[in-house]
């Protein structure tokens, strides 16, 4: 059974907000790029770029970053196909700039984790920020968002669906029981 707890209004305020603390924290926007870790943190980073724009003016660069070989759980077969690469794309570089990542869900960590391994085979930033819609919780790693949407705390029986329009056609983060099968 699942449970809206973000419809496309709420999204909208938390990226609102979210805009409004990047360009807080960083007095502006120069010397920042937004970096989406594929496939929903791409989305959710174009439109934290639209409203920063809106609020300040100019446009802020936006990229993003493809985390497949940077997976820890590579070595885990679940089939016999070869991961599926589909490319990081920075439009600047990054060496001495703040990159804000981004993400839909921030749960274990390990994806923000191999994100900032990829990150640094691009260059050296000189800070990174950590952006997400949703923190449920329960990390493996020491890893803290620096803005967020919503914080939800879940139990670990419970799963995160973030849907945006770009990908799902529609904006929604729903809260799933899970029922393991007997």
């Known amino acids: 059974m699942a449970r809206v707890i973000l419809d496309e209004q709420a999204i909208r305020r938390a990226t609102t907000r979210i805009a409004h603390e990047i360009i807080e924290r960083n007095k502006g926007i120069d010397n920042c790029i937004l970096v989406g870790i594929k496939t929903r943190g ?57 990159v804000i990542l981004i993400d839909d869900v921030l749960y274990t960590g390990r994806t923000v984790r191999a994100a900032l391994d990829a990150l640094m085979d691009l260059g050296r930033p000189s800070q990174i920020q950590l952006a997400v819609l949703i923190d449920r919780g329960h990390r493996e790693l020491p890893i803290r968002p620096d803005y967020v949407g919503k914080n939800v705390p879940t139990s670990k029986s419970e799963i995160i669906a973030a849907k945006l329009k770009e990908v799902d056609g529609k904006d929604e983060v729903s809260i799933i029981q899970y029922e393991a099968t007997k």
């Open 42 to 98: 791409i989305y959710v980073a174009k439109r934290l770029a639209d409203r920063i724009e809106q609020i300040e003016g100019e446009k802020i660069p936006v990229g993003e970053v493809d985390i497949t070989l940077y997976r820890d759980d590579l070595t885990v077969k679940t089939n016999d196909q070869d991961p599926l690469l589909r490319g990081s794309h920075i439009p600047a570089d990054i060496a001495d700039r703040k």
